[in-house]
């Protein structure tokens, strides 16, 4: 008989979203929390306000499936902007922002089985069938598989395996993208600003390590990315619509309306400007010392 | 003075609103707006075959919707107008559409091109009520009280020459209220057409008004036509121009999406878009899929219209 018991160390399964590793109150990670239940609240509040339109089911339907993709892009986010900002604290923020993405996803799916009065065959039926649906139904699962391994226990009972399972997460962003891209009747320009953002995010990850610092190379990945964009956008319309590719592509040099590429050089400019005037803070700081 | 006669297959009034409805509309709508909220999920199930009634070729059943009259509140709340916004929720902002004066212009193949202001061409017309059932493209549809007058009685009012075979009409675009007009790839303004034995088919309507009151802004005020046999986007609205002529005009939808939307877009079950089926339709209001009809069950009066034509997905897209 052994006199001495070695605690068997658990993992907890379920942690406090306001609390930091080491247990201490965390306000980066409350003011996240807030953020990513911010745009329920909103939806609900239109929902009651009757300000969601003739159907506010499918609206809300519509509505969160946009939010799960944008918190499914800040979660992609989070290892750049941590890498920009040196800011490696905000890690802690990924799975927050990850499960946030799975619990609009949940809502979104949700809401299209209410819309069809729960008729659960139809809805499979639809889900499995309809191509487009198929993305979403098939991205979903993976989103659902990456959130229930988010547990600490399940990071620490799959160990190396973890990060080959989440690394799922890019093709089911592809997926994500795909589905929204096909849900759009003609103007694709409100999936192309996420989607522009992703890829710059995306090429940031595939350079080479030495170059990631660099603002210039950060900068000449934006400006790629954006004439990637207008000229995909052209390339959409001329493949499924009978619109002129010229015009759409002429758009971009007009201000009466913002186009997608024109709202991606906004906010890549806006980033790196943060960017900058980070690296100048701590440059200032470093000599004053 | 304007004497209008009832002929027998109109609708008298009190036959065309539910009485529910019309009386107690508010009441209906407060009802249906609580219902949206807590309930309205439950009431929604996937239904099987309905038939719409064959209608009697004369008296009050000729057009006899054979559904009930969706709830005002979603007509009114839940509308495509690509003007205005490229979502549904826009009939907040379609309210700064000025209607009044509005002048609608006729011309082209006709004896003599006119412009004549809305209110004087209202009172040339025989108006009256019609339900007709609405399929939208998308795949859903409402069944909506029109007020207005047969748009045969625009043709003849118009006059026009032998050589007149289709007829264009042109939406409103003012820059100014409507920031859909913005998108400079679109091929604005709107338009669409009819072939002209189906502008003056006894169905085709032009629209003045709905649920009896004076048409909202966001449905198409002051004037749009009504064409209950084809996709939504065929009944244009808002409209400031009737154009008489030679060829089949392009439409906004077919320069737009040449794959999906075409001139003909009678409704037919049969033949889905690149993406989604057109066997069934969601009937708003109602909470349950349906399945469509060819011709929006209005085949009585209009397939022979066709019957000298190929079948096939160009008359149905």
Partial sequence: MSTEQRPKRRHAVFSSPLKDRTGCFSWVKTICLTLCVAPALYIAAWWVAGRLGGRPIHQAMLDTGFWAIRFLVLCLAVTPVRSWFDWSRLIQLRRMLGLTAAFYTFAHVTLYAAQQGFDMGFVLGQMVTVFYLILGTVATLGLFALALTSTDAAIARLGKKWIGLHRLIYPIAVLSFWHFFLTQKIDIGTALVPAGLTLWLLLWRASAARSRRSLARLASLAMGVAVITALGEAGWYALYSGLNPRLVLDANFSFSRWSAAQQLTADFALILLLIAMRRLLSFTIVQSR | ?317
């Avoid at chain 2, 003075?1 to 539910?18: D, F, G, I, N, Y």
């Fill in chain 2, 1 to 317: 003075m304007t004497v209008h006669r009832r002929r027998e297959w109109e609708l008298p009034e009190k036959a065309v609103t539910s009485c529910h409805l019309l009386v107690h509309r508010r009441k209906a709508m407060t009802v249906f707006g609580a219902s949206m909220l807590g309930f309205g999920v439950i009431n929604e199930a996937v239904a099987d075959k309905v038939t719409y009634p064959p209608g009697d070729l004369s008296g009050t059943g000729r057009f006899d919707p054979g559904r009930p009259i969706t709830p005002e509140q979603i007509v009114t709340t839940y509308n495509n107008f690509y003007e205005f916004g490229l979502h549904k929720n826009i009939w907040r902002r379609a309210q700064k559409l000025p209607t009044e004066p509005w002048t609608i212009r006729i011309e082209g193949e006709v004896e003599r091109p006119i412009t004549i202001s809305f209110d004087d061409l209202m009172k040339k017309m025989p108006v009256q009520t019609r339900i007709y059932r609405h399929r939208c493209v998308e795949a859903w549809s409402i069944v909506v009280p029109w007020r207005g007058f047969p748009m045969r009685d625009l043709v003849k009012f118009a006059r026009p020459l032998s050589a007149a075979k289709y007829i264009r009409v042109t939406s409103m675009s003012d820059p100014k209220v409507m920031p859909g007009l913005s998108i400079p790839y679109f091929p604005w303004p709107y338009r669409e057409g009819l072939w002209m034995p189906e502008a003056v088919n006894e169905l085709a309507f032009i629209g003045t008004g709905m649920y009896d009151e004076a048409m909202p802004k966001q449905d198409g005020a002051p004037i749009r036509i009504v064409i209950p046999w084809k996709y939504g986007f065929k009944s244009a609205k808002s409209l400031v121009k009737f154009e008489f002529i030679r060829h089949q005009p392009e439409t906004f939808w077919e320069q737009t999406s040449p794959n999906f939307y075409g001139f003909w877009a009678n409704v037919n079950p049969k033949y889905p878009t690149p993406r989604w089926s057109q066997a069934y339709e969601r009937a708003l209001g109602e909470g349950r899929v349906i399945p469509t009809q060819i011709w929006n069950g209005y085949g009585r009066w209009v397939a022979s219209l066709y019957s000298g034509m190929k079948h096939d997905r160009h008359l149905f897209m």
